[in-house]
C-alpha cells in the first residue's frame, strides 16, 4: 500500500500490516522457522532463483522480519529496507559492502563510538582511507569531499552535544564527485527527520534506540534504492548478521508507538532544555530546539522535531555529576537512549569511556557534561527530579 498521502502516526500502525496474516492474524505472526518447504520441486526452483516471490531460508529472509523492513522502508520513504541483528551490523555491513580496496571515505570526528573505529582501525587495514572533518565545519568537509572519495559517511544530530549537519548541502557536494552519502539517522528518528527525502542514499538507524524504544531489544536497520540494498542484502547474506523472527516482531511492535513516544520526547526534551538553561548550576545546555544551539537553524530547516535527548554541562566538575545523578529518581544511570524510561549518564564514562580527557576536550565534550535521554514520563515529574538533584550540589 502506498502511505504517501498518511501522517507518520498512521504509518507508523500500518505500514507492512495492511493485509491480515496467517489464520486471519492481524498482527503478523512470529515466523519461527529456519526454512522453507515446497510441495513442488519447479516452485522451489523458481523462487531459489529469484524468479518467484518467496522463502528459502531465514539466514536471508523472513515473513515476520519482512514486516518490519516495510515498516521503516515506509516511514523512511525509501525504495527497500534491511535488517541486521544490531545497529552497528548495519553500519559495519553497510560500509563493508559499498566500499573496496583504494576508496576513500569522508566523514565527522563526531560519529558513534563504534563507527569511529571502524574508520580509524578497520577500514585502513583493506586499504580504504578515512578523512574525519570537524563536524560542523561545512566548508572543510565540503573541501575533503571536492577532493573525491566514494562514500559520504555523515551523522545529525550527533552524539552528545548535539551538532547538526546540513544534509542537503552537505549532499549536493558528494553528487559533485559521485559519492554515495549514508547518514545515521538514530538520534533524530523518521519521526522527525527523513535523510533520503533531503538527497541522502541511504539511511542507517540503530533500532536499539528510539525504534524499538524499550530498551529491550538490539537492531539495526537501513534504506535507500532498491540497487544500493540490494548489494547490501546480498553481503549480508553470507556475513550473517541477520536479525531473528522474535527480535523482529518485538521491534515492529515498538514502532506502533514511535509517533506517540517521538512527539512527548520532543516536547519534554524541549521543556527540560529551557529549564536547565535558566538554572545557575548548569552551565551549557546541548540541545538543537533551542536558539542558543549552534546548529538551530540548520535543525529548524531540516527537521520536524528536535528530538529526545538532550546533553548539559554542569559548574563544579565531575563532583557536581555525581551528586546530581546519584540524588535523582526517575533516571537509570545507563548507556544507550531513546527508551519509554528516561536515561542519563556522563559521557566519560559512556560513549565516550576509551578516550583520554584530552580527547574529550577536543570534541567538546567536558568532565562535567551529562547526556540525558528523556523517556515519556510525565515532564513535570521530571523536571521536579532534577531540580531536586540540582539543589543537592
Ligand atoms: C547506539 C548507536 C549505534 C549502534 O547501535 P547498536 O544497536 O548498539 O549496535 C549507532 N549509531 C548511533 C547514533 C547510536 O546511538
Not at 71 to 100: D, Q
Not at 113 to 128: A, D
Not at 257 to 280: D, G, M, Y
Amino acid at each position: 500500500m502506498d502511505f504517501s498521502k498518511e501522517q507518520k502516526g498512521t504509518t507508523s500502525v500500518w505500514a507492512g500490516e495492511t493485509k491480515t496474516f496467517h489464520e486471519g492474524s492481524s498482527t503478523v505472526p512470529v515466523f519461527n522457522t529456519v526454512t522453507y518447504a515446497y510441495d513442488d520441486l519447479d516452485e522451489w526452483y523458481e523462487v531459489a532463483k529469484g524468479n518467484k516471490e518467496g522463502h528459502i531460508y531465514s539466514r536471508n529472509t523472513n515473513p515476520t522480519v519482512q514486516v518490519l523492513e516495510e515498516k521503516i522502508r515506509i516511514l523512511e520513504n525509501g525504495e527497500a529496507a534491511i535488517s541486521f541483528s544490531t545497529g552497528m551490523a548495519a553500519i559495519s555491513n553497510t560500509l563493508f559492502a559499498l566500499l573496496k580496496p583504494g576508496d576513500r571515505v569522508v566523514s565527522i570526528k563526531d560519529s558513534y563510538g563504534g563507527t569511529s573505529k571502524i574508520f580509524l582501525e578497520h577500514l585502513p587495514k583493506f586499504n580504504i582511507d578515512v578523512s574525519l572533518c570537524d563536524t560542523e565545519d561545512h566548508e572543510q568537509l565540503e573541501k575533503e569531499i571536492g577532493k573525491g572519495c566514494q562514500l559520504v559517511y555523515l551523522e545529525s544530530p550527533t552524539n552528545p552535544t548535539l551538532k547538526v549537519i546540513d544534509l542537503q548541502r552537505i549532499t549536493k557536494a558528494a553528487k559533485k564527485v559521485n559519492a554515495i552519502v549514508v547518514s545515521d539517522n538514530t538520534f533524530a528518528s523518521p519521526i522527525n527527520q527523513n535523510p533520503l527525502t533531503l538527497g541522502v542514499d541511504l539511511v542507517i538507524h540503530s533500532a536499539t534506540k528510539f525504534l524499538g524504544g524499550h530498551s529491550d531489544t538490539m537492531c539495526g536497520l537501513a534504506c535507500g534504492s532498491k540497487k544500493l540494498i540490494k548489494q547490501i542484502f546480498q553481503y549480508r547474506e553470507i556475513m550473517g548478521a541477520s536479525l531473528s523472527p522474535e527480535i523482529a516482531y518485538n521491534v515492529k511492535r515498538g514502532m506502533k508507538t514511535l509517533e506517540l513516544r517521538v512527539q512527548r520526547q520532543n516536547e519534554s526534551a524541549l521543556k527540560i532544555a529551557r529549564f536547565l538553561e535558566e538554572h545557575p548550576k548548569v552551565a551549557q545546555v546541548f540541545y538543537p530546539g533551542l536558539k542558543s544551539h549552534k546548529g538551530h537553524e540548520i535543525a529548524k530547516k531540516q527537521m520536524s522535531g528536535y528530538g529526545g535527548v538532550l546533553s548539559f554541562e554542569l559548574k563544579g566538575g565531575y563532583e557536581a555529576v555525581k551528586k546530581l545523578l546519584h540524588n535523582m529518581k526517575f533516571v537509570h544511570l545507563a548507556a544507550s537512549l531513546g527508551s519509554v524510561s528516561t536515561l542519563a549518564g556522563p559521557p566519560r564514562t559512556t560513549s565516550h569511556v576509551e578516550l583520554t580527557e584530552e580527547q574529550r576536550k577536543h570534541l567538546g565534550i567536558s568532565e562535567s557534561l551529562i547526556r540525558y535521554s528523556v523517556g515519556i514520563e510525565n515532564v513535570e515529574d521530571l523536571i521536579k527530579d532534577l531540580e531536586y538533584g540540582l539543589n543537592k550540589i
